[in-house]
């Protein structure tokens, strides 16, 4: 199929022993796990906000300023794609805990917190933004499709696109359901033309194919494997060393090539 | 710098909403002036208010083989898929280009998390959620958009846009940038949302569930009555289907003001129109016909009045069409574009139904009653929470821009 072309300028990570790209650098050259963290500083939002949002917006806050930070891009031009398989777990149990006992107590923060956009909304508030902002999902293959979704945005409107990829972990008996066990967030600004900011090259291709989707590295993240967003890894990985191919899943039975070429 | 965007074909469309199961339902509705609205039967305790249900939803089971599942949405959204032929015309694509050359996008809001709130009400001793509810497939935001891709064999690109109440109109954005790109050759957009105690309480938390059926534009307007709906839509390059109504354009855009309310100016707002304007490379005097957002709301009912008022000359009718249907959130963009279609289709211009007194911000655009007259090009407005904005404009076929 059609491939697609687009650099990448910046990059975010974050999970509760991957502060930012820095220590994903030194984890893959044998440094120590990190002493966990509990919550991303989110650093991007003003201390109001940071108090009432959610953990979904704090991750996919803190690698969206890490990645848009590494671009040198303003950020109220950029138009953004959020994806994340599950949105907040944790409001979708506490909504559905409260609804089934004490409906009329149901919290309005909470509420609107629980829209899959929050992280977008909040985003886009806190950069004053008003570019394009989705928020999209797509089961297992989130990442992939959210890859996608983001560099059809950028060659289709000849524009930097940021994209993040977060799920948090699962929290009650949905949580259970779900097993998604870690938080994880990944951030990557594309945009589609060569530029000074520019650090690899991909080069994207769809292919019909019950595809194996590359695996994270287990030791700089145990036990992630079970986050959808941290399919994004790997890709994260052959960045860093600006060579490499990655594939994931962007559908059920279609898998998303992305070939990493370093620049000239 | 926007430019304008070749047109895509809309070469087939469905809508289930309370006004009934396909868009036959849908014109007379529109054209009788009936409103879909109901007392509410279907929250889990008592929340005085009117909602948009659908009649016949739990009479439809899904097939064995989409059994896993099988939740109150995906009922919904079956139901919806089997209208007005729209399963043979996707087979029809399917059999032209491959099943990975069409792309499945839908919107929703809130998916199946019905299943979920259902499944919280009967955990068992242990706490755990019982068994014929532990499906992972039914408790994930993308469960929707998931079981339409079995039930139609779809294999190409498949996402679920969840911008809340502009879900399934920024799919059509989605779709005409694929199809542009080359990636696929068609796409099956749409969107579902079905009633559920998250949003009924959630809006009622918020203080935005009117007591008695929504009045939109209304100057004594006093809130939202919530619905639900299916619909969906088929786009193709326009030269596959040269007699069908087209998408001209499409805008999105940020309010970056609140997660609840939206900017009291319409900037985002605002921004989306004339995007969607420029890529249809019209002039706001070439609208014949807007559906408005219009949720009657006080905040965005005031702010969209406002704006149509700056940005159109009178000769654009305008109308909401949310006393018809009720708000019916994730779906709302899918369902108001096929009313748009319904628009050009008939030459028809729906009635605003359920305003008595019109908010003085209200310009002589406003269509308080149905009307006859050439509709060429329409335009759908869909504003979300986030300050979420998107904007859709669809033509004749024949229309000169």
């Known amino acids: 199929m059609n491939a697609l072309s687009v650099y990448v300028e910046g990059l975010g990570v974050w999970s509760s022993t991957l502060a930012d790209i820095d220590a994903l650098r030194a984890r893959r050259a044998g440094a120590p796990p990190a002493t966990p963290v509990e919550r991303p500083p989110a650093s991007r939002l003003s201390a109001g906000e940071r108090r009432r949002a959610s953990a979904s917006v704090l991750l996919a806050v803190e690698v969206a300023g890490q990645a848009v930070a590494m671009s040198g891009r303003a950020a109220d031009t950029l138009a953004c794609v959020f994806a994340s398989a599950y949105g ?21 923060t909470r509420f609107h917190h629980s829209v899959h956009n929050a992280p977008a909304g909040y985003w886009t508030i806190a950069t004053d933004c008003h570019a394009p902002s989705s928020a999209i999902c797509a089961g297992h293959a989130t990442a992939g499709a959210g890859l996608l979704e983001a560099a059809t945005l950028a060659c289709a409107g000849q524009q930097p696109v940021l994209l993040v990829c977060s799920d948090i972990a699962g929290h009650g008996p949905l949580g259970e359901v779900v097993a998604c066990h870690h938080d994880f967030g990944g951030g990557l600004v594309l945009s589609p033309i060569l530029g000074p900011g520019s650090r690899a090259r991909l080069a994207l291709t ?42 994931l899943a962007a559908a059920r039975g279609l898998a998303l090539h992305a070939r990493v070429e370093p620049m000239a | 710098m926007t430019t304008p965007m070749p047109s895509l074909a809309v070469s087939a469309c469905t809508a289930t909403s309370a006004l009934g199961h396909g868009l036959d339902t849908h014109r007379q509705a529109l054209e009788q002036g009936r409103s879909g609205l109901r007392p509410n039967d279907i929250s889990q305790a ?13 009479d439809e089971p899904l097939p064995a083989a989409l059994a896993d ?18 399963l043979d015309r996707v087979h029809a694509a399917r059999t032209r280009y491959g099943a990975d050359r ?11 998390i019905g299943a979920t709130e259902e499944g919280y009400r009967r955990l068992d001793a242990s706490g755990h959620l019982p068994d014929d509810l532990r499906r992972r497939a039914i408790h994930s935001p993308h469960s929707l958009t998931d079981f339409v891709a079995a039930a139609l064999a779809l294999e190409g690109p498949c996402l679920t846009v969840s911008t809340a109440c502009s879900s399934s109109a920024k799919v059509f954005a989605s779709a005409e940038r694929m199809i542009r790109l080359g990636l696929v050759d068609a796409a099956v957009v749409g969107g579902v949302d079905t009633l559920c105690d998250s949003v009924l309480f959630g809006f009622g938390s918020l203080e935005l569930i009117s007591a008695e059926p929504c009045r939109p534009f209304d100057e004594a307007r006093n809130g939202i009555s919530i619905g639900e709906a299916a619909g969906f839509a088929l786009l193709e390059r326009a030269d596959a289907a040269p007699q069908a109504p087209r998408l001209l354009g499409w805008g999105e855009s940020s309010d970056a003001h609140h997660m ?11 921004l989306a129109i ?15 016909y807007i559906n408005l957002h219009g949720t009657a709301s006080h905040k965005n009912d005031t702010m969209e009045a406002n704006l149509l008022a700056r940005l159109f000359p009178t000769t654009t009718r305008a109308s909401s069409t949310k006393g018809f249907t009720g708000h019916t959130l994730g779906a709302a963009g899918i369902i108001e574009a096929v009313i748009a279609l319904l628009a050009i289709e008939g030459g028809l211009i729906p009635g605003n139904l359920g305003a008595r007194a019109p908010d003085p911000a209200c310009s002589a655009s406003f269509a308080w009653h149905a009307a006859h007259q050439r509709v060429a090009v329409a335009m759908s407005n869909s504003f979300g929470f986030g300050g979420n904005n998107a904007c859709l404009v669809f033509g004749q076929a024949q229309v000169s821009r």
């Open chain 2, 102 to 112: 069409i792309a499945l996008l839908l919107g929703t809001s809130t998916a199946s």
């Open chain 2, 69 to 86: 599942w099988d939740c109150r949405n995906n009922r919904l959204a079956w139901l919806g898929l089997r209208q007005d032929g729209f």
């Open chain 2, 46 to 58: 008592p929340l005085p208010c009117w909602i948009g249900r659908v009649d016949g939803v739990e």
């Open chain 1, 88 to 108: 907040d777990l944790a409001i979708t149990d506490y909504l559905c805990a409260t609804l089934a006992r004490t409906p009329d107590e149901l919290s309005p």
């Open chain 2, 274 to 288: 004339r995007e969607a304007l420029a890529r249809a490379g019209l002039e706001p005097t070439q609208v014949d």
């Open chain 2, 260 to 270: 609840s309310t939206p900017h009291p100016e319409g900037l985002g707002a605002e």
């Open chain 1, 206 to 247: 769809l292919a019909r194919t019950s595809c194996t989707p590359s695996s994270p590295p287990i030791d700089c993240t145990s036990g992630m494997s079970d986050n959808p967003s941290a399919a994004l890894l790997p890709l994260l990985e052959s960045l860093l060393d600006a060579t490499g191919h990655v594939t």
